[in-house]
């Protein structure tokens, strides 16, 4: 039985580009603003950077000003109907706001749905 060794793989903490835009606000609609973050899976939340370097700056402030994203309680799920962009999953928090992630490249997209679904899923559990 190997799903523990995978488990520890793909619950590690994980960063890079993606694709992001907010479409809801506690449930009310939001106009698509695409915007690419680098984006890091660390415990509970994703967070948001400029750029790999800009979070191991002691400034966080570039961070602060992109909401994380609590997925204590969130889901995600495939979303590629609601977007004429490849590759589209979103994230809808407890607070009833809506996100969708895209990248172009395949393996990275199904890497972070993977490590999300992951987080969400231990999460649940503790
Ligand atoms: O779901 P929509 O409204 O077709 O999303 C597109 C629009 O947000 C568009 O901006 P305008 O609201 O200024 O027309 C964006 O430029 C597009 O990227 C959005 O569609 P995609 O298919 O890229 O998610």
Known sequence: ??????????????????????????GKKLRKNWVTS???????KLEFYKDAKDQTASDLRSST?????DLRG????????KSSRKNV???TTLSGNEFLFQSDADITVQEWFRAIRNTIDS???E
Not at 38 to 44: I, K
Not at 74 to 81: D, L, P, Q, R, Y
């Open 74 to 81: 969130a889901s995600v799920e495939w979303a590629n109907e």
């Open 38 to 44: 680098y984006t890091v899976l660390s415990g509970p």
């Open 123 to 125: 999460l649940g559990r």
């Open 65 to 69: 000003k992109q909401e994380r994203i």
């Open 1 to 26: 039985d190997t799903s523990g060794s995978e488990n520890i793989l793909v619950n590690r903490n994980k960063e890079g580009f993606l694709n992001k835009t907010k479409i809801a606000e506690k």
């Open 89 to 91: 999953f979103q994230i």
